[in-house]
């Protein structure tokens, strides 16, 4: 079992829809959760940190974190085709290595 | 400007070479990492450190090698020793265990 499993895709969605994201982790000590973006050729951005149980909204996006069930996603609302890209899922623990997810290709239709 | 640097954007190695990629930071992190990063693949990390003068070897170290002489800057060797080095590089850098992490620009490794 990967420590932090996402679908790879493609996940397509058309233009104003919601795209959700999901993303699965092993280890039951981890403490902080993010939602990275990146697009073709370029490094990860950050859309969204959280740490605990919970949804916590930023503009279109909103993650969700879900500790009992090992589990974190991330809702995007009216998305639009500048959000295609790859979305990777990453999850601390105690230590400072971040694990990441292989992450999930969404293709916004126009 | 703060932020972090990597140079340079891309970087031609021929067989038998070490080459050595840049990365600096002006945030006044702790913590240093570098990813190697396939196509279609996720994040794999190679070496991070967490202060300076200590590092510590990721998940695929063997054939690379780092050095943490200042805070600012954490350069990644990639040795003749790594005989399949092409892929595309990330430098990260982060203030502290339950802060976010930030990446650089990144670097692509070609061999010739």
């Known amino acids: ?110 | 400007d703060g932020g972090i640097t990597q140079s340079p954007k891309y970087l031609f190695r021929k067989e038998g070479q070490n080459v050595t990629l840049s990365c600096e930071q002006n945030l006044n992190h702790d913590a240093m990492y570098w990813y190697r990063q396939d196509p279609g693949q996720g994040l794999r990390l190679i070496y991070y450190s967490q202060i300076v003068n200590d590092f510590q070897k990721g998940d695929i170290a063997e054939g690379y090698s780092v050095s943490r002489e200042k805070k600012e800057s954490f350069p990644l060797t990639v040795t003749s020793a790594q005989k399949n080095p092409t892929a595309f590089y990330l430098c990260a850098s982060r203030r502290g265990i339950k802060e976010t992490q930030y990446f650089g620009p990144g670097t692509r490794l070609l061999v010739l």
């Open chain 1, 1 to 110: 079992q990967k420590e932090v499993e996402q679908n790879s895709g493609p996940l397509s969605v058309p233009e104003g829809a919601i795209a959700s994201l999901n993303c699965t982790y092993s280890d039951r000590g981890s403490q902080s959760f993010f939602w990275y973006r990146q697009y073709s050729g370029k490094s990860p951005e950050l859309i969204m940190s959280i740490y605990s149980n919970g949804d916590k909204e930023d503009g279109r996006f909103t993650a969700q974190l879900n500790k009992a069930s090992q589990y974190v996603s991330l809702l995007i609302r009216d998305s639009q085709p500048s959000d295609s890209a790859t979305y990777l899922c990453a999850v601390n623990g105690r230590t400072y290595k971040y694990i990441f997810g292989t992450g999930t290709r969404l293709k916004v239709l126009a």
